[in-house]
């Protein structure tokens, strides 16, 4: 449908209720239907544009309760207003020079079925569609980027070296374990099913997998795998588990913060007792943000595009149906329930 026609439609929107505390809950977001034009306001330097996938991303849970301007590099929600994210959608019309009506872009845009982006500096134009336009909000998308920018930039990695990923069956977590077997490395990642295990061994390639689940000890379970110790960890979980990482670091070790999905819903954050360690084996600690890294995009793209059309590359999705499986698919990451990157699919065009 031309853009230049100014047809109020209806615009189903999956609104944030109120700030969250604890665990978050499918009644603390709103499905409505709003309406919209399908036109852009006047003199507008935005883009109009159909959303077609969006990306559920445990970051999200940390935007959803409320904190001081500044205290994070991403604010809070606004309640009331629809939640956003990372998607892919349909240029409809661009008062951006850089996007034309029916480009294909990725970046941050509102779980709602049509949006006006006005922060188009944090768009990415699509220029390969031969591949599935789902996979940028994953493998070719922010957690993409994220795998790349956390092993290769913040973890230095060398051939041979040692490399643990936590959460590693998720949208992250896969892609940084056959980045690290690609370059020679042995990799070893946990998970939370017996399912999500054999996913890591059998189509992914670590070399080891747990369910940490089933570890009482997670200190003896490390030592289990890594007899002599971890070189490189790749931190999504926090709490308990990089406590017993910290112990069973090797001299020089790099750990790259990504992500603590284990802490996210507590009210009063755990504790870590191992610090020490990062002074006895001079490991170096490091949180990044993945926006710091975007202009390695292309570079990045050079890399992976091919690893996936020659299939060097596996990537699995978790994709759930229409707008109003929104909230559900994004609590599910919580609770483990979602097996690879999970995308919500608004419209297939």
Not at 74 to 81: I, R, V
Not at 238 to 255: E, F, P, S, T, Y
């Amino acid at each position: 449908m031309a853009a230049s026609t100014e047809e109020v439609i209806s615009n189903k929107q999956v609104l944030l209720k109120d700030y969250v505390t604890g665990f978050p809950k499918e009644s603390d977001m709103q499905l409505t239907a709003a309406t919209t034009k399908l036109k852009l306001p006047e003199g507008s330097k935005g883009v109009l544009v159909k959303n077609l996938y969006l990306s559920c991303d445990p970051y999200i849970r940390n935007r959803m309760t409320k904190r001081e301007p500044g205290a994070s590099f991403m604010d809070s929600f606004k309640p009331g207003s629809p939640i956003v994210g990372y998607g892919v959608a349909k240029v409809l019309e661009s008062g951006d020079p850089k996007f034309k009506q029916g480009d294909f872009i990725w970046g941050i845009t509102g779980w709602e079925e049509y949006s006006v982006i006005t922060a188009t500096e944090s768009l990415f134009k699509i220029q390969h569609t031969d591949v599935p336009l789902s996979y940028y909000t994953g493998i070719l998308g922010m957690p993409g980027m994220t795998a790349y920018a956390g092993f290769y930039e913040v973890c230095n990695p060398k051939k041979g070296e040692t490399v643990f990923v936590s959460a590693a069956s998720g949208a992250v977590g896969q892609l940084v374990g056959q980045f690290a077997k690609s370059l020679g490395c042995y990799v070893v990642g946990s998970a939370g099913s017996k399912e999500k295990v054999d996913l890591l061994k059998n189509k992914f390639g670590f070399d080891k997998a747990f369910n940490y689940k089933e570890e009482p000890d997670l200190d003896a379970a490390l030592k289990r795998y890594f007899p002599e110790g971890i070189d490189i960890y790749f931190e999504n979980v926090g709490g308990k588990m990089l406590d017993a990482v910290l112990q069973n670091m090797r001299l020089h070790g790099r750990i790259a913060v990504c992500g603590m999905v284990s802490q996210y819903n507590l009210d009063q954050a755990e504790g870590c007792h191992n610090l020490m360690y990062l002074i006895i084996k001079q490991i170096r600690m490091q949180g990044f943000g993945v926006s710091s890294y975007y202009h390695l995009y292309g570079k990045f793209l050079e890399m992976v595009l091919p690893a996936i059309k020659e299939g060097k590359i596996t990537y699995v999705e978790d994709v759930v149906e229409g707008l109003e499986s929104a909230p559900a698919a994004l609590i599910g990451l919580f609770a483990g329930r979602n097996v690879g990157k999970q995308v919500v699919v608004v419209s297939r065009e």
